[in-house]
């Protein structure tokens, strides 16, 4: 099992700025790599970013290309989602994710799953 604790999720502005982490604990050894979720309310869970754990691949949803950069700190087990110039439509709970096989953005093929924080902008 791998346990997942996201945090730094809150309520900002459009235009503003927020760092998400997740860090991962239990049986990472298996772990290809990590990625970033989100749900609005009323909507599916939507694909935002995924980043290689061995790797320096990223792979990113065209909507937060450009605005969001993720990267990780392989020493403490820890991804962290920069959101810059954040939009009223980023707001939603955010999930980290963990994967033990190659495919990326369907979330069918993530292991393990934290709770969520939330995300929340104004207009």
């Known amino acids: 099992q791998v346990r997942l604790v996201e945090s730094g999720g809150g309520l900002v502005q459009a235009g503003g700025s927020l760092r998400l982490s997740c860090a991962a604990s239990?049986?990472?050894?298996?772990?290809?790599?990590m990625a970033w979720f989100r749900q609005a309310p009323g909507k599916d869970r939507e694909f935002v970013v995924d980043?290689?754990?061995?790797?320096?691949?990223?792979y990113y949803a065209d909507s937060v290309r450009g605005r969001f950069t993720i990267s990780r700190d392989n020493a403490k087990n820890t991804v962290y989602l920069q959101m810059n110039n954040l939009k009223p439509e980023d707001t939603a709970v955010y999930y980290c994710?963990?994967?033990?096989?190659?495919?990326?953005?369907?979330?069918?093929?993530?292991?393990?799953w934290g709770q969520g924080t939330q995300v929340t902008v104004s207009s």
């Open positions: 994710a963990v994967r033990e096989n190659i495919i990326v953005r369907n979330s069918r093929w993530y292991d393990f």
């Open positions: 239990g049986r990472t050894s298996s772990r290809k790599g």
């Open positions: 980043i290689s754990w061995s790797a320096d691949s990223t």
